[in-house]
């Protein structure tokens, strides 16, 4: 089940360094083993931002909700889902 | 080079229906053509709304714009349109 | 899996009086039948509009699609879903 | 009578680790008394979100205000309060 | 119990000048009558548009919704409720 | 002359309690004193939000400017004046 | 006593072209008699846009909306009220 | 030539309360001046909030910019310009 | 002195083909003459929409009026002016 | 391939001087490289902000997306990008 997901980073200022080291290292590990397991199959970045533009695809809502929610950076992020399903013109 | 495409559908209501059906088989086989072309590789429905989310990969801005500006049902559509690049977190 | 899904009703004005009270009685026999498979759990009404604040509970995205698609009173509607899950404080 | 409510919780960065432990486990307990006697039917949260949507089902408006303001997490939320009453279609 | 109700108006153009003429008559009766019954206690309009801005006084969301929903022009309207409650800082 | 005036508040966090406490007092303070003089003739809480709906009873823009302005709250408010006059349907 | 008033025109393509011509001459003797009595000082085009920026002078609220209201192109306007009132670092 | 401005002030809690007077001081100063030079030909304060409504007289888009740029509290202003052109009905 | 313009078009579907067509190149003709006189040094396209992004080049707002009022597909645009002017980092 | 970028400026109250200082003197030698090389072919100040309006030729949005992450002043922006292509009225 596919939902499409926007996240746009705003990670403060005033964050300690290494935190915030610390913190994108554990949000890209993250993300690559979600997409190695077939989860997160889709993650570009926004031209001229700090945002990802993400398909997921899992097996509830549920499942969503744990996954985003424990983003490491999910705390400096605005989140945004929108459910998507198969379109009529596809030809997958 | 990728593009994230909304297309939002209003079809006036008084469209005749041999043209309207006309027109929404004309697209389907103009946006399957793409799909097969390796132009159009992503088209979701958004649930609950007569939309969709898509993603192109096209050569140019010119090369997009030709491509949108042509679809059937262009003259009923809102179309947003989004610059994509790879994400540093993407395994691909 | 639950979805929360409000619709706002605009009925042109010059619909057949005969189409417009058919659509509205297919509408609710088809929200009713919907009530009773338990895929509907709760519709309101939102004071002062003619619009409903709905909550689905379906097996996945193609099957909340494939409903909203279907009301009678569709063309007519503007449909916004809002994916739901479990909240922690919940006692249920 | 039943009220439809959002809640979006914003908890400053800088609130000490104690006050906010404190304070969410506060909203628990306050949230589940109300939904033990009835008066907070639903919540559900938000997916990707540190939002809920809930149902009331209070006396008055000034009920409904009383309970509000008294969340623990009031002074960290935005609320929105939409009335509701009983759907023409509904079953129950 | 109080509500607080704008109601702006856009009654179409090509509306038959007596339908339309009735319909303001029979508005400005039902609303009369209300506000004798002291159920409408406050309609004002605001400067510079076909609007007002009103204060209901009901027993019930429900009873609000129908008195809302039978208003003349009620087809012709966009109507928004704000529940309010008294003001700890009000001499009333 | 009556203008309907929206109140919202949002003290800071970091303001000192006993300013605070001090400020909140002064303000009721001067509300009700206008309130006595028919200035302020009604003032409503808003449901779930640290928010007031008023309608003032001015000579001019410049009377009302000067009690707006030195409302003791005013530098955390945002304000939001709307001038309304006699609705042709009211019976007052 | 000033108000600043915003206007945007949209006329409806299919009005006829007498009755168009002779609204829009009417607009502009009415406009112009209420300048020449001092209470609309000022009027001017926002460049690009059927649309003007006004000031209006007079004794009421409900001096101004009798003179919106019986603008002859009233029906094809979105009209916006602002009240004024002198600043500190005028000179005038 | 006209241009349209309006300015929102939000002056920071903790600036110093010398620098805080001494701008206000400034920006007066420096408002008054280009009063009396006849390039801000109208400053009007908009009722209810830290704002005002302007009308510059100036010769270019360059000579406009200047001015607004260096305003004393230009870095706590949000400002919005609008360029205007005489309107055919005035009779100034 | 120039100004920074987008235009949006929406042509109505119904407008008789000829004079659509006729708009369309007295459009083109209007344009192209006034990039020929420098005064509309820049247009683009904006991919995915009926609408353009220019520049114009003028001696005043009133010029800048002037022309686009006159544009011949003016009555279906909605156009959108911001002044500009030199950049500090422009190597121009 | 040209798109059109904004940028909003908003650089905190609290920077360090000498930081600050260092960061413009730095964004604009950045720019003006660019712009040399042919690929800023346009920036322009927006007229009363702190925001330019420019114009990238890039040979794709990759290339486009490390110009802007790179900006020295990108931390304290707020940017937005909208692809653009030749208009079929352009003389160019």
Request: glycine letters at 2%.
């Amino acid at each position: 089940m596919l939902f499409h997901v926007t996240m746009d980073v705003d990670i403060p200022r005033d964050l300690d360094p290494d935190v915030r080291a610390d913190t994108i290292a554990r949000e890209k590990a993250y993300s690559q083993d979600l997409q190695r397991q077939g989860k997160w199959p889709h993650i570009w970045r926004v031209v001229g931002k700090y945002s990802n533009v993400s398909v997921f695809d899992v097996e509830s809502t549920d499942e969503l909700h744990e996954i985003l929610w424990n983003l490491p950076l999910f705390p400096y992020m605005t989140v945004q889902v929108t459910p998507l399903c198969p379109h009529p013109s596809s030809i997958r």
